[in-house]
């Protein structure tokens, strides 16, 4: 008898906790008035910790963001890298803002937003130098630091009469643009942000983009009101504008053109 | 130990190899030269030169056996822009090298000219020598042939100190290693590889540098 009680006991747990998972999130999310977002926390300008230790950057700012679009509280949750996707399926967070690219093994486990930030790797270089795309380096002398994907993408890409010098590490590869060693970096966003921050005075400008990979709002699969609404969240802060400014304070450049 | 070697994935690489070793060569050969010539004048400004030349060339040797190899090539090459010189990794990394064999060799040098004794010199200037030909003669001669051993060895080092040039993208044999193992991860091949070429250019730089000693000090 005990033990069917049990059984019993046990299979409404299951199916409650069943019924709580496959409710709607969007509905969770207006009821509760809180909103889970999980950010980074070690990457810089996306999410890191400030001054006062609290998470800050684009992703931190891009939750509120969406929280106040949505009338609710936003709980800001750091996560790393390596554990963000888990907080979301466990339901630790009901969004994941955490600079997430797409590709095909995480489309299988999670849904995505429309693009919320740019992200990507390209060649920068002072105003002065006119290049817009991969021949115009002809003759021309580019840093880039060996080995990292740009820099491979680089080599394939350049004419043959083209000096591409190859750097140990970021920091050597900023380092020789700062210096004036060389006037083009094949880099990331982020890291050209950083030097524009840091040298306003060789701020380096988007010549052309080499590898374009968007960060996206990651979200548990078969929720669409719920991805309905960031969507509509994101169009509508992209037409307004608001994104643009997120990028101009970050990533310190406007948005990529057709972003 | 399951580890394949895989020497044959290297291949493809061996323009990059090669254009590596002949970069290497040179700039040994080329920063050894002016380098000991550096040092020789260094040498001499300590002991026959007036007292603030001496003083200079004292501050200067002092300043760069006392501060890491890097350092100083990192202060050439990303830190002279600051002052509006700016020079490419090639000759940065000339520049680097000399700077640093002149350093050493100006007080392996000071050491073989200290060694000849006072007589030797006046003996010769007696002998109605001018004082250059009593330097070139008599002490630098009598110096170097002592002070031989040190200064290969000095050279030797300064071959295998080359390697640090690769961070400042200058094209050097670690370059090629660097270069090849970001490409195919083949770092145990590469990095022994590199290492027998090393080993390989320097018991050549010795026997070499033996074979000119006994050309040139060839009892008289």
């Known amino acids: 008898m005990l033990f069917k009680r049990l059984m019993l006991a046990a299979a409404l747990v299951t199916a409650a906790v069943a019924t709580q998972a496959h409710a ?80 095909e093994e995480r489309e299988k486990v999670i849904d995505f937003s429309i693009a919320y930030a740019p992200f990507f790797s390209g060649v920068f270089g002072t105003k002065a130098m006119a290049v817009a795309n991969a021949a115009d380096l002809k003759g021309k002398t580019i840093g880039a630091t060996r080995g990292a994907i740009e820099e491979q993408a680089l080599t394939a890409m350049v004419p043959p009469d083209t000096t591409v010098k190859r750097f140990e590490d970021n920091n050597a590869t900023i380092a020789a643009f700062v210096s004036g060693q060389v006037d083009l970096i094949a880099t990331g966003n982020t890291v050209a942000a950083v030097i524009a921050e840091k040298v306003p005075a060789r701020a380096p400008a988007l010549k052309f983009v080499i590898k374009d990979s968007p960060c996206y709002v990651g979200l548990n699969k078969s929720e669409p009101a719920l991805l309905a609404k960031v969507n509509e969240i994101i169009t509508k802060a992209k037409a307004s504008g608001e994104i643009g400014k997120l990028s101009e304070k970050w990533l310190k450049a406007p948005l990529p053109p057709g972003f | 130990m399951s580890y394949k070697l895989q020497f044959a994935e290297l291949l493809p690489y061996w323009n990059v190899l090669l254009y590596g070793l002949v970069f290497t060569i040179v700039l040994t050969i080329v920063s050894t030269v002016v380098g000991i010539a550096v040092g020789t004048a260094g040498a001499a400004a300590r002991t026959f030169g007036p007292v603030w030349l001496g003083r200079i060339v004292a501050v200067y040797v002092e300043l760069i056996r006392n501060t890491p190899f890097i350092v100083q090539l990192f202060f050439i090459f990303f830190g002279l822009p600051a002052l509006g010189l700016k020079l490419s990794e090639t000759t940065a990394a000339f520049l680097a090298m000399v700077i640093n064999l002149g350093a050493y060799s100006t007080e392996i040098i000071r050491a073989g000219i200290e060694a000849v004794p006072k007589g030797h010199i006046e003996a010769g200037l007696s002998l109605a020598m001018t004082k250059w030909e009593a330097l070139r003669h008599i002490v630098l001669n009598q110096a170097f042939r002592k002070i031989y051993p040190a200064l290969s060895s000095q050279i030797i080092i300064v071959m295998l100190g080359s390697a640090v040039v690769s961070q400042i993208s200058a094209e050097d044999l670690t370059y090629a290693a660097n270069y090849i193992a970001s490409r195919n991860f083949r770092n145990f091949e590469v990095y022994l590889l590199v290492a027998l070429a090393y080993l390989a250019l320097a018991m050549l730089t010795r026997a070499a540098l033996r074979a000119l000693g006994r050309v040139i000090f060839k009892a008289r």
């Not at chain 1, 709980?75 to 399926?89: G, H, K, M």
């Open chain 1, 24 to 103: 709607d999130a969007l509905d969770n999310i207006m009821k509760s008035k809180v909103i889970k977002i999980a950010v980074p926390q070690d990457f810089a300008p996306f999410g890191s910790a400030g001054l006062d230790l609290k998470p800050q950057g684009y992703d931190i700012d891009m939750a509120n963001l969406i929280g106040k679009e949505l009338g609710v509280k936003t709980e800001i949750i750091p996560v790393t890298s390596a554990n963000r996707i888990p907080y979301l399926q466990t339901n630790k967070a009901d969004l994941v803002i955490s600079s997430l690219g797409k590709n």
